[in-house]
């Protein structure tokens, strides 16, 4: 059985950091893409990084410079380091495997930068 959770998530000031855990079981997790992405209230689900099973990373314009995405294939777990948060990155954020024949989802942990 797949599964994805994902933790870390929490109520922090602008400026502030957090890092995102998630930890994978049941999956080859060295072999596939995982990705970050979050959702807003109102608005729909984004991306805001990925990391392919080669190393190779790629991050939404509004987080570049700011967020880190990783991996360890050791311990199966995707992270997401956070810097200079802003009040527009509160979201859920969900961890998401790129596995065949379909691509998996965590349930979520809540992000809320406020002052």
């Known amino acids: 059985q797949v599964q994805l959770v994902e933790s870390g998530g929490g109520l922090v000031q602008p400026g502030e950091t957090l890092r995102l855990s998630c930890a994978t079981s049941?999956?080859?997790?060295?072999?596939?893409?995982m990705g970050w992405y979050r959702q807003a209230p109102g608005r729909q689900r984004e991306l805001v990084a990925v990391?392919?099973?080669?190393?190779?990373?790629q991050y939404a314009d509004s987080v570049k410079g700011r967020f880190t995405i990783s991996r360890d294939n050791l311990k199966n777990t995707l992270y997401l380091q956070m810097n200079s948060l802003k009040v527009e990155d509160t979201a859920v954020y969900y961890c998401?495997?790129?596995?065949?024949?379909?691509?998996?989802w965590g349930q979520g942990t809540q992000v809320t930068v406020s002052s």
């Open positions: 049941g999956i080859m997790f060295r072999i596939y893409a």
């Open positions: 998401y495997a790129n596995l065949d024949p379909r691509g998996y």
């Open positions: 990391v392919t099973s080669s190393g190779l990373t």
